[in-house]
């Protein structure tokens, strides 16, 4: 059974929209670790007090029932928002309402507690997706009427669920933890790494809800406080205190890029989201009057061995030019991030040193499934792999459902051109050489074994003859007596089955254990956004190992 975590959003950390891709990338951190998740979110901050004087200039404060309804709309939009996020950036994730999972309170309309909630409605949502979103701060009460948990209840809306679900819980706000005076008016603050009940109960007030921290301590609930995407934070419920070391002299990680095209660009903005713990020092490209908007731009593909570089991220599609690169900047120590499957698949057995152990610098989740944790998921498994099978390749998913559609090929590649989901020159995609160079990865995380891709049988779907409806580009690979067979063809698949119901750009992926087991894996695998959250978590998880060696 999965591991659950429950991830509590708080106004401090969503402070507006533009604040959102914090809370997408410490959700898919955690499911692409194999989680499920249950993402817990307040209102924007200043949203619950703005919508209060609303209600109050146009109609009163004299109808409590009204003003919870309409204060509670505050999370609605932030938890919807986050929905939108998390779709485009190729994770699959749910929108719930407190009334879906049966969420009771009973108390006033301003200062309920939570009693109840449907476990087993929550469990078939995630059976369906892993990923779900409720907005926090309010439940309903034996009449049906929204009821709200008081000032910063989404901390008790988390805590409650996370008691009820028997899962870990983390308080995500703005700072690493719980510090024994405030760390933003003090030079003398200290953070603790873990916190017994009573010690929290007294320094903590101001940064938890005072309610949420009883209500914790009463159902013996230990939680973590902490800021999105980092490695440390503050463990409340402990048998006792603990002080963390002191923080030594904080780093901003020096990043070059090399490629800005469909994938690069993407990196490239995200990047500059966080401008406190990365620093994009170079943006090498081929063509500088097609990037005058780009800072820090060159043509200088040597820049990332200069010793301001600590990362070197490799979004380019040219192969001849990407291994060298990434080669070169592996010897010269640096950590090194790469979208690019062909290069590591053809060179898997060289760079094997540099993808796993204390040795580890090479990530690259991206080369296979866009967004889906294919790798990740094989890398965390006990149990052999009898068969791994899927759709790896995006832009054949796309053309192939134009083309059914009733398109001629030509018109559905030009359409899966114009929706970025096909480059300018798809052959590799549509041959099934992408696919193939993806199943090398896969199989080697699989089976412990490199396979080279042009070794692997396999035909594209030009491959397909009279009425392309049903067809699927699937690549294959099982373990055997005789030892690793491995394909890439179209086949047609049940359109009830889990494969077979793959739309558009989406990847598909099933792991079959030797227990038969099956594992089911789906997410959007093209594209620039699935891709850069795929890229943005390996680089996340490079600061944090960063952080922790400090």
Not at 35 to 45: I, K, N, P, T
Not at 73 to 89: N, R
Not at 360 to 367: I, N, P, Q, T
Not at 410 to 436: C, M, V
Request: glycine letters at 10%.
């Amino acid at each position: 059974m999965p591991t659950v975590e429950v991830l509590k959003f708080g106004s401090s950390v969503l402070r507006s929209p533009g604040d959102l891709h914090l809370a997408v990338d410490e959700i898919y951190r955690r499911w692409r670790a194999g989680c499920r998740v249950l993402a817990v979110v307040s209102a924007f901050e200043g949203v619950t007090d703005q919508l209060i004087g609303e209600f109050a200039g146009a109609v009163g404060t004299d109808c409590p029932e009204a003003v919870a309804a309409y204060v509670a709309t505050g999370e609605q939009k932030s938890a919807a928002l986050l929905l939108g996020a998390l779709l485009t950036s190729g994770v699959p994730a749910r929108l719930l309402d407190p009334r879906d999972i049966g969420l009771m309170a009973e108390g006033s309309y301003a200062e309920s507690t939570p009693i109840e909630v449907n476990v087993s409605a929550l469990e078939r949502a995630w059976n369906v997706c892993d990923v779900l979103i409720l907005p926090g701060f309010y439940a309903v009460d034996s009449q049906g009427r929204t009821v709200l948990f008081g000032r910063g209840g989404s901390d008790l809306s988390a805590l409650f669920l996370a008691a009820k679900l028997g899962a870990d819980c983390r308080l995500l706000k703005d700072v690493p933890g719980v510090f024994d005076l405030d760390p933003a008016s003090s030079t003398s603050a200290h953070r603790f790494s873990a916190l017994s009940w009573e010690t929290a109960i007294n320094v903590a007030g101001p940064l938890i809800q005072s309610k949420a921290l009883h209500y914790a301590q009463a159902h013996a609930l230990s939680f973590e406080v902490g800021r999105p995407n980092e490695a440390t934070g503050t463990r409340v419920g402990h048998a006792h205190d603990a002080w963390a070391p002191p923080a030594g002299p904080t780093k901003q990680l020096g990043i070059a890029l090399v490629g800005c095209g469909t994938v690069g660009r993407g990196v490239y903005e995200s990047v500059r989201r966080y401008r406190t713990g990365f620093d994009l020092r170079h943006v090498v490209v081929r063509d500088l009057e097609r990037y005058t908007d780009i800072e820090r731009i060159t043509q200088d593909p040597a820049v990332i061995l200069d010793t301001d570089v600590d990362i070197a991220i490799i979004c380019t599609s040219a192969n001849t030019l990407a291994y060298p690169l990434i080669a070169s900047a592996l010897n010269a120590g640096k950590f090194v991030i790469t979208a690019n499957k062909a290069a590591v698949a053809a060179h898997g057995p060289a760079l094997a040193t540099y993808t796993q152990g204390a040795a580890r610098r090479l990530r690259y989740s991206a080369a296979v499934g866009g967004a889906v944790p294919v790798l990740e998921t094989l890398a965390q498994l006990d149990t052999p792999v009898r068969e791994i099978r899927g759709i790896v390749n995006g832009t054949c998913g796309a053309v192939l459902d134009a083309w059914a559609s009733g398109q001629t090929l030509a018109k559905a590649i030009t359409a899966a051109q114009t929706a970025g989901y096909a480059e300018a020159n798809p052959a590799r995609d549509l041959s099934g050489r992408d696919s193939a160079d993806k199943l090398a990865l896969m199989a080697a995380a699989a089976f412990g074994r490199w396979l080279s891709p042009e070794e692997i049988p396999t035909h594209g779907i030009e491959a397909i003859e009279g009425d392309p409806a049903g067809f699927k580009l699937i690549a294959r690979a099982r373990r055997t007596p005789q030892g690793i067979t491995a394909a890439v063809a179209p086949e047609p698949l049940p359109s009830s089955s889990f494969l077979g119901q793959a739309r558009g750009p989406e990847n598909r992926v099933e792991i079959e254990l030797e227990t038969g087991e099956i594992l089911q894996l789906r997410g959007q695998g093209a594209g620039r956004w699935p891709t850069t959250a795929s890229i943005m978590g390996d680089l996340h998880e490079v600061a944090r190992t960063w952080e922790l060696a400090r």
